[in-house]
């Protein structure tokens, strides 16, 4: 019989990945809290929440609960002319956490089509408003929105991982990131200059749509709340929507419910998904406001136009009330605010280290930005010899651990980062020396600093 790893590499192809030659990923029999547990027996701490999405951790037995119940009644119907508890419930809880004024929900298979669901209806609520040369997006560079096709073209459109794709993507507006961060006042030469682009082309643009103070997978970066309040302002002011992905910033991973909280501004529209299940089931939504719906609705053809095969599946329906309401009656602020504290302390221990260009933490995040790219298959190795689960993209290497986890996890999933990290620069060096050797440069200890 074929092991894992040989059916995988026989037919499988996974995301962000050549067949030529694949990186040999690692087969998880089971999971449970912070751990995944590999097929040749290693325990490793997970330090991505998968995707940032198992914010409870794994097999959680309120959450499998409710799964199981669901089950034995219907695990899917089609949305389209039916409904079902879960759904009309969860809508209901999702009104209810988000900002105040997003009444109506969208719901989707996943945060890239909750996001292709926000531009069509940023674009149809402006047709039927008589104004159809409303057709274009303005997005921040740096962003990232997920990987279909609409999603794509509002992600960095040169330094973003979809620029093989620029030729062929619709073309949009784009304002550079802010330089302010947060904590730190707005810009006024970034305003000044989304004021210009806004002035000239607001009668071509539907929708603003950014991340709310938190970049993700375009560079984790956390940029001022206030810049985000008062280009919200300037887009009331110049008739363009407001769209706030939330997918990874949504249900307290910064510190604060949503991202929105940050600057106290309620958006068109919002797109949620990722821990919105608490890594059990694939679910996303788009909520949006009475008038944006409301309009919508009256204009031609009379209803919105996007319905997805699997939309409000019932289990997922039924797992994300279980997970909100997980979150909702958890100290899940404190548990973040108790990660953000101990990376400040411990994860900047790197900060010195000459490789490293800067260390940034906000709420459960925290982020070890590199001058140079890291090797993903010589890095992922020395993560897992540690004991942990790290999967850095470019430049960077970061961490965004379930809530759940306690100071003993957080600290050797530090540790074992930072280890991990040192080894790899190490060998960096090393290799440098050898192909470049230069009289006076030290050989340099190589054991691994202190977390």
Not at 297 to 308: A, K, L, R, T
Not at 320 to 347: N, R
Not at 394 to 401: R, S
């Amino acid at each position: 019989m074929a092991t894992t790893s040989e059916l995988d590499a026989a037919y499988v192809w996974h995301p962000y990945s050549s067949v030529h030659p694949p990186l040999a990923p690692y087969p998880v029999v089971s999971a449970e809290g912070v751990r995944l547990y590999l097929e040749s027996g290693e325990g490793l701490i997970d330090g991505m929440s998968s995707w940032w999405c198992a914010i409870h951790g794994y097999n959680h037995p309120a959450l499998n609960d409710a799964l199981h119940a669901q089950v034995d009644r219907m695990a899917h119907v089609m949305f389209g002319g039916l409904t079902h508890r879960p759904a009309a419930k969860l809508a209901e809880m999702l009104v209810e956490l988000t900002p105040e004024g997003l009444n109506k929900v969208f719901f989707a298979d996943s945060g890239s089509v909750s996001v292709e669901v926000a531009l069509k209806m940023a674009i149809q609520y402006w047709q039927a408003r008589g104004e159809p040369g409303k057709t274009k997006m303005l997005a921040l560079r740096g962003g990232y929105h997920g990987d279909t096709f609409h999603a794509m073209s509002v992600c960095d459109p040169v330094t973003g991982m979809h620029h093989l794709f620029s030729g062929v993507l619709p073309k949009q507006y784009f304002l550079d990131r802010p330089r302010a961060k947060l904590g730190e006042p707005a810009d006024p030469d970034d305003l000044d200059a989304a004021e210009a682009l806004l002035e000239a082309h607001a009668d071509k643009i539907a929708a603003l749509i950014v991340e709310p103070v938190v970049q993700g997978a375009g560079g984790m970066y956390f940029y001022s709340a206030q810049y985000l309040e008062q280009l919200c302002a300037l887009c009331r002011r110049y008739n363009v929507l407001v769209i706030f992905d939330e997918i990874a910033t949504g249900f307290g991973r910064t510190g604060r419910l949503f991202g929105a909280d940050w600057a106290g501004v309620v958006p068109d529209i919002m797109c949620v998904g990722k821990a919105l299940t608490g890594g059990y089931m694939t679910l996303a939504a788009t909520l949006t406001t009475d008038e944006v719906a409301e309009t919508l609705s009256q204009g031609e053809p009379g209803v919105f136009m996007h319905g997805p095969t699997f939309m409000g599946n019932p289990l997922a329906c039924s797992v994300a009330i279980a997970s909100l309401s997980l979150l909702t009656g958890s100290p899940w602020k404190e548990q973040v605010l108790a990660i953000e504290s101990f990376f400040k302390e411990h994860l900047t221990a790197c900060e010195t280290w000459e490789e490293v260009a800067d260390v940034r933490v906000l709420g459960a995040i925290g982020v070890i930005e590199l001058k140079e790219a890291v090797d993903l298959a010589a890095i992922t190795p020395l993560f897992v010899e540690r004991g942990v689960w790290v999967r850095p993209f470019g430049k960077l290497v970061y961490l965004m651990p379930p809530y759940i986890i306690d100071r003993e996890d957080l600290g050797l999933l530090v540790e074992g980062t930072l280890g991990a990290l040192w080894t790899w620069l190490e060998q960096v060096r090393q290799s440098a020396v050898t192909a470049s050797p230069v009289d006076g440069i030290p050989d340099g200890d190589s054991d691994e600093p202190d977390a």
